[in-house]
């Protein structure tokens, strides 16, 4: 779900350091001074989990879990989002720098939106429902965050819509997967540690 | 597990010739670089502006500094998913029936400014660690907040690589092969863990860092002085950039 240097316009690139800026900015703000451990940790804890291959047959792949830290991190996934793929472009050089914006904007967004839409249920004492909505949750931030990179990329360049169709399609598979690790996860952690889901410090 | 591998072409303790320009200026540089390269578009701007990432990444080599290969070709790894697809679905006369012509050209065009990009961006900001950029954002205006979480994130993802790492050996022992949804529900159990432990620990440090005096305790900005070789070498970017925007221009009034 990186786009990488090279591919985007100057226009592109301004427009998405600007909604990466204002939503690391409000994520800021709703973080108290407490709460910046926790993020820190959790977002820790997802750069991990996206190094670890998982096989699924025919391939294999590296989940992004962006859907369960939105769930968890509520607006915090902004300033999460950022340090982590800072430190996949400094530590890996995998998406980059000048599109460290872009990619925030887009991966945050969706997280946040999976957080907005399904949060409540997901939190909700209904073990179906729940599962239902982290499903939903996990899956719809794969689909989004797919969508966003192809309207960047056809913002850039209208001829490369065939391009952003085509990398939609290649995530629908991936976007099954994720949502499917996403209700395991909340509902392992509603299981053993119910606390997590509703932690004050990471709204 | 993917490993960590903090490699921009310096060995650590490595001392190269960008590091006696203040951080800050590099940072600047780095900007500028990007904005004056991701507008190129046609082949003769980009070959001239060529030269200024090239010059960074081959010349400045030597006690502990090398070319960054591996940098560089992780970032061609990362961006070969859309610039393969580019030929094949990129509107326009098809050569072979299949691949088009525009295609191949833009796909090109793009691998090259991916390559100058990532060139400049490795050389100036990410062989700096992570450490001196914090410390060069803070002395740009970036909240102490945001630095905070940035170092904060860089010694958990340390802490608790190993810890991820012993947990995910363990489920593959378990069951060999593991994979399909089985291998997704380990996933997300290990992930869960991790969590939990984490939150623990997170909470004992968030304890211990307000005994410290919290988040002005963490600030530790080193005194660096902006000198005037870090003026010419912002100078010389600008002008680099202002050559290849009249360059630019030229070229599309030619078109």
């Not at chain 2, 540089?29 to 980009?46: K, P, R």
Request: aromatic share 8%; hydrophobic share 55%; proline share 4%.
């Amino acid at each position: 779900m990186h786009i990488s240097e090279g591919f985007l316009t100057l226009p592109s690139l301004a427009v998405g350091w600007a909604a990466a800026a204002a939503g690391v900015s409000v994520g800021l703000k709703r973080i108290d001074p407490d709460g910046i451990v926790k993020v820190a940790m959790a977002s820790s804890v997802f750069f991990l989990a996206s190094l670890i291959n998982v096989r699924i047959p025919p391939a294999s792949t590296h989940l992004s879990l962006i859907g369960p830290i939105g769930l968890l991190l509520g607006w915090s996934v902004f300033p999460a989002i950022f340090t982590a793929l800072l430190l996949q472009a400094v530590l890996f050089q995998f998406g980059g720098l000048a599109v460290l914006g872009v990619n925030t904007s887009t991966m945050a967004a969706s997280a946040l939106c999976a957080h907005l839409l399904f949060g409540r249920a997901v939190r909700g004492r209904s073990a179906a429902l729940s599962a239902a909505a982290s499903f939903a949750a996990g899956a719809m931030a794969v689909v989004m965050g797919a969508a966003l990179v192809g309207i960047w990329l056809a913002a850039s360049d209208p001829k490369m819509l065939a391009s952003a169709y085509a990398i939609f399609i290649a995530h629908i598979p991936l976007a099954v997967i994720e949502g499917i690790a996403a209700l395991f996860m909340t509902s392992f952690l509603r299981r053993s540690y119910p606390d997590i889901l509703n932690a004050a410090g990471l709204r | 597990m993917t490993q960590l591998y903090p490699d921009a072409g310096a060995a650590p303790g490595a001392r190269s010739r960008l590091d006696s320009f203040d951080p800050r200026c590099r940072l600047i540089c780095a900007v500028i670089a990007s904005v004056a390269l991701a507008s190129l578009q046609d082949v003769t701007t980009l070959a001239i502006a060529s030269v200024l990432p090239a010059a960074l990444l081959f010349a400045d080599v030597g006690s502990g500094s090398r070319v960054p290969w591996r940098a560089m070709g992780g970032v061609n790894r990362a961006g070969a998913v859309i610039w393969l697809l580019l030929p094949f679905t990129y509107p326009g006369e098809r050569v072979f029936g299949v691949l088009s012509a525009d295609g191949l050209r833009m796909a090109l065009l793009t691998m090259w400014r991916l390559n100058l990009m990532s060139a400049v961006l490795i050389r100036l900001v990410t062989s700096m660690g992570v450490p001196r950029i914090t410390d060069a954002l803070g002395r740009l205006g970036v909240p102490l907040k945001l630095r905070m979480l940035v170092l904060l994130s860089v010694r958990y993802i340390f802490l608790l690589a190993d810890r991820a790492e012993s947990m995910w050996r363990a489920v593959s022992l378990r069951s060999p092969g593991i994979s399909g949804l089985y291998a997704c529900k380990c996933l997300a159990c290990v992930v869960g863990t991790l969590l939990i432990r984490s939150s623990d620990r997170a909470e004992r440090s968030a304890l211990a860092m307000s005994l410290r005096g919290g988040i002005s305790g963490f600030s530790q900005e080193r005194d660096t002085v902006w000198k005037p070789r870090d003026s010419m070498l912002c100078a010389v970017f600008l002008l680099y950039m202002a050559c290849l925007a009249a360059l630019s221009s030229s070229a599309v009034l030619i078109a």
